[in-house]
């Protein structure tokens, strides 16, 4: 497993990390609570150091878990988690997205609340979760500061949401040089990872970027086929029908990823990203052991080439050469889609109300 480092502190992350969304949650399948730290505890003996959660990941039971399978390993690990939603006052209805709370106090209140949860003295990398850009004020970066200062947090990020709103956002983030920024980023979604490398090169920013959903909801590593289906009952069914549908079509294009015995899809999709030298770690998804042995190993299978990497960028200039709608023409935007229109992004700024499976 190789090691990179976020934005300008001195944290370093695997290259391959473990999203923590999968455990103290139903929403990428039920495990129990032994079966979860299993699969953290397989996760190190992979060489995975790096390892991120969110208070609001099963209202604080995520934390629990990490705090308690990384008891033993805290000095070897990096941890993050993610603050900004109010679970504490609020119900949540199915994975309908819960009030958020982005102020100075509420996110020094919420972070002692996760050090208690995590049964840590500090946190890695503490990231604003699904933050407007309007609600990122003075108070809010002055109590990151302090945060710092104070041992408590060794990095900030900001993770971004897209049902939310954040293409602004991340352009704030690497503006500010927060040290992350966590974002969708996959072969068949470019446009705002692109994006973002091109304003981390306008601002000479130090800003990482950290990538999830590198297998496009289970299109990349296979998991989810025309055999399979796509009638899922975990998060991934939020997805369009169109989505699989042309997804099936657009990965045969991308055969030439593949290298028998060297390289799989599914590890290919994560070298790309990794091929990006602004990105930092990728967070798969994992649902079993098997996935984590696999793709940790994607940290060290032979790197894209330069011919590689350009006939990836001439497909998806062309759609893959497939002419149908995916479903995802469109892009949040807190802004009014100002930000959409100045990246000049081909996507719709979305004017309905948010997706129900937004806070992830």
Known sequence: MNHRTLGDSDVEVSEVGFGAWVVGTDWWGDRTRDDAIGMLHHAIEEGITYFDTGDVYGHGESEEVLGEALADYREEVTVATKVGYDFYNHPQAGHGELPKEITGE???????????????????VLQLHNANVDEVDEDVLETLDELREEGLVRAVGWALGPSIGWLAEGDMAIEEEFDSVQLVWNLFEQEVGNHFLETIEETGSSTSLIPRVPHSSGLLNEQVTPETGHDLDDHRGFRPDAW??????????????????????????????????????????FHTKEDITAWAAASEVPKLTDEELARVADLYETNFGVDRDDGMDELRSSVGGEDIRAAGIDKRATSGPRNTASSD
Not at 261 to 281: F, K
């Open 106 to 124: 509420w996110v020094r209140s919420a972070t002692e609340k996760s050090l208690d949860r995590l049964d840590m003295e500090y946190v890695d």
């Open 244 to 285: 699989y549908e042309t997804g099936w079509e657009k990965i045969e294009s991308l055969r030439f990823l593949e290298r028998d015995g060297e390289r799989t899809m599914g590890q290919a999709a994560i070298a790309y990203l990794l091929s990006h030298d602004p990105v930092a770690t990728v967070t798969p998804t």
